[in-house]
Every structure is written in structure tokens, then in C-alpha cells.
């Protein structure tokens, strides 16, 4: 009896200490930023947002559309400016190093992000015919949360969730993590608002967000304007290298598909 009280206990010390550490260093457990750098002779613009510098790798300037792209966490975004420019040559694409990424200061935040992404949507709106939005993973809420705040002609989500905190809540079942999350990225919440044509590319073997995820997303928009896009081989890292993948961005995103 005594054995097993005491083997009770270390089992609890051990939940809660895991629970502790899940709790204080849950920032650090979902930013990790790549180192600064990127690709030699890109362009570049710095934007100003709360006092820091955001950096983002311009690609194909010129070009009558622009696209916004936000990636996913520990991606290097200037290495995806070379795939958009050949697949959407109508379109000059901005990459955002986020907040603490890559060349832009500050530390990373849900609030953060939140903020400087309208900072370099507002910092180059008035130039193009149309402005389209592209989210990987983390960045998807980033890209539904600007979305929801300002006019975008076309959204792309690719192998997005419906909220960290659902896919948290799956990958540690034995915890309260609704009430243990401060950053949350509830997209769900805000998928009424969105009024853009929006593609959501679901990756059949993704282990890191399960597809489940955004089927909800995706349910829970207009059905007049969102279209699923599933490719059933792809994991979560190998989406965007896909055939079918570049096919349906290309299609979605071509100059005669323009909003009116």
C-alpha cells in the first residue's frame, strides 16, 4: 500500500511539474525563429509597427497584384519568393519575417503578429489591383485574423487549424489547455467575418496539424466562398512542393480570377 502511494505520488509530481513547465514556457515552445538572414540581392522593406521593425522579402516588384505571405513557424519565408514569383508572375510577393524572425525586431506575440501584419498590409494596399493573403501553418491565423480586418481579394490557407488551442487540447489531452493557453489563435472565431474567396489546402498525412482541424475551419466559413482543396499523400512539411498544390494555387490565384 505504501508503494503504491508513493508511486501515486511521483505520477502526480510528475503531471504537475510537466503541467507547470507546459504553462510558463508555452512561448517558447511555439516561436521558434529561424536565424536572421536570407537570400543575397533580395529587396527588401522595413516597416515600422509599435516601435519595431518588421522585415519583408519583396519579390517580382512591379507586378500588378501583390501577395502577402506569412509562414510557418521556423520557416525562413525568403526562400518561398522564388515559387510564387514563377507560379503567379502577375503578382509581387511580400514575405514577413515576423516580429523576433529572421531581420525584424522585437518578440514574437499573437497581439504582435496581429499588429504588424495590418502594418504592411496598410504599407502597400494602395499600389495593386488586388492584394491576396497566403498562410502555412501558424501564419493561417495571422492570415485569417488580417482577413477578417481588411479587404483581401483572394485567401489561401495552407494546412490551417481552427485554434492552437483545439490542436493543443488533442496533443495534450490530460490537461486543461483552454485554460492554460495565453497565445490562442482562435480563426474559428473569426470565420463569419471573412468575406474573401478563400482555398484551405489540407495535407492528408499531417501529424503536426491534423486535417480535421481545418475541415472545421473550413465548415465554419460561407460555403459561397471557400473551396477545400485536399491532397491525401502530403504531409505537413512536404504541402507546399506538391504538384497539386502548385496546380490549385495557380489556378486560384491566376489574374483572371480576380474579384471584381
Known amino acids: 500500500m505504501r508503494t503504491l502511494k508513493r508511486l501515486l505520488g511521483m505520477g502526480l509530481a510528475v503531471y504537475l511539474g510537466f503541467g507547470a513547465y507546459l504553462f510558463?514556457?508555452?512561448?517558447?515552445?511555439?516561436?521558434h525563429p529561424p536565424r536572421a538572414g536570407g537570400?543575397?540581392?533580395?529587396?527588401?522593406?522595413r516597416i515600422g509597427s509599435d516601435g519595431e521593425t518588421i522585415n519583408v522579402w519583396r519579390f517580382n516588384p512591379g507586378a500588378p497584384h501583390a501577395l502577402i505571405y506569412f509562414g510557418g513557424n521556423a520557416e525562413a519565408v525568403a526562400y518561398q519568393g522564388d515559387d510564387?514569383?514563377?507560379?503567379?508572375?502577375?503578382?509581387?510577393?511580400?514575405?514577413?519575417?515576423?516580429?523576433?524572425?529572421?531581420?525584424?525586431?522585437?518578440?514574437p506575440s499573437e497581439a504582435a503578429f496581429y499588429r504588424d501584419a495590418l502594418a504592411v498590409y496598410d504599407a502597400i494596399e494602395g499600389r495593386y489591383d488586388a492584394v491576396h493573403v497566403v498562410g502555412r501553418s501558424l501564419g493561417t491565423g495571422v492570415a485569417t485574423y488580417l482577413a477578417s480586418r481588411r479587404p483581401v481579394d483572394r485567401l489561401v490557407l495552407v494546412t490551417p487549424y481552427d485554434s492552437v488551442a483545439e490542436v493543443a487540447a488533442a496533443l495534450y489531452p490530460a490537461y486543461p489547455v483552454s485554460l492554460?493557453?495565453?497565445?490562442?489563435?482562435?480563426?474559428?472565431?473569426?470565420?463569419?467575418?471573412?468575406?474573401?474567396?478563400?482555398?484551405?489546402?489540407?495535407?492528408?498525412?499531417?501529424?503536426?496539424?491534423?486535417?480535421?482541424?481545418?475541415?472545421?475551419?473550413?465548415?465554419?466559413?460561407r460555403p459561397d466562398l471557400v473551396?477545400?482543396?485536399?491532397?491525401?499523400?502530403?504531409?505537413?512539411?512536404?504541402?507546399?512542393?506538391?504538384?497539386?498544390?502548385?496546380?490549385?494555387?495557380?489556378?486560384?490565384?491566376?489574374?483572371?480570377?480576380?474579384?471584381?
Open 227 to 260: 473551396s477545400v482543396h485536399e491532397i491525401p499523400e502530403a504531409s505537413h512539411y512536404d504541402v507546399m512542393d506538391r504538384p497539386s498544390y502548385r496546380d490549385a494555387l495557380r489556378v486560384f490565384l491566376g489574374p483572371s480570377r480576380q474579384t471584381p
Open 39 to 45: 537570400l543575397d540581392g533580395a529587396q527588401t522593406l
Open 180 to 221: 492554460m493557453l495565453r497565445e490562442r489563435y482562435d480563426s474559428l472565431s473569426r470565420a463569419a467575418d471573412l468575406t474573401a474567396r478563400t482555398l484551405v489546402v489540407l495535407a492528408g498525412q499531417d501529424r503536426v496539424v491534423p486535417p480535421e482541424h481545418g475541415r472545421r475551419l473550413a465548415a465554419a466559413m
Open 84 to 107: 510564387f514569383t514563377t507560379l503567379l508572375p502577375h503578382a509581387t510577393a511580400y514575405l514577413v519575417d515576423y516580429r523576433g524572425y529572421g531581420a525584424s525586431t522585437g518578440e
Open 24 to 31: 510558463a514556457f508555452q512561448e517558447s515552445l511555439m516561436y
